[in-house]
């Protein structure tokens, strides 16, 4: 089983910036579409940005101009850029192949912490 190790969350002001950054242990990151994931408290998981294995992108629209996901396959690494962050991004952060997007959470790291404060 692939693991996946994401850093990077923190506490932050609004306005502010945060680099994500998701390690896998495997070498099938590197064929495989990848994608960070949100959930805030009360609330379900959401999709926050996906990148292909050649590097096409998508965004959920309310972080569309403010972040920006990239990967380096050689370091089996996927990154989130977060600028400008707001309040309503406050959430754990998940990084995971977006054909595990429905799993249960068996299927997912332990993530890491965003929070936004005016």
């Known amino acids: 089983q692939v693991q996946l190790v994401e850093s990077g969350g923190d506490s932050v002001q609004a306005g502010g910036s945060l680099r994500l950054s998701c390690v896998a242990s495997?070498?099938?990151?590197?064929?495989?579409?990848m994608g960070w994931y949100r959930q805030a408290p009360g609330k379900q998981r959401e999709m926050v940005a996906t990148?292909?294995?050649?590097?096409?992108?998508d965004y959920a629209n309310s972080v569309k101009g403010r972040f920006t996901i990239s990967r380096d396959n050689a370091k089996r690494t996927l990154y989130l850029q977060m600028n400008s962050l707001e309040p309503e991004d406050t959430g754990v952060y998940y990084c995971?192949?977006?054909?595990?997007?429905?799993?249960?959470?068996?299927?997912w790291g332990q993530g890491t912490q965003v929070t936004v404060s005016l």
């Open positions: 495997a070498s099938i990151f590197s064929i495989n579409a």
């Open positions: 990148i292909s294995s050649r590097g096409t992108t």
């Open positions: 995971n192949f977006p054909f595990l997007a429905t799993a249960t959470d068996k299927y």
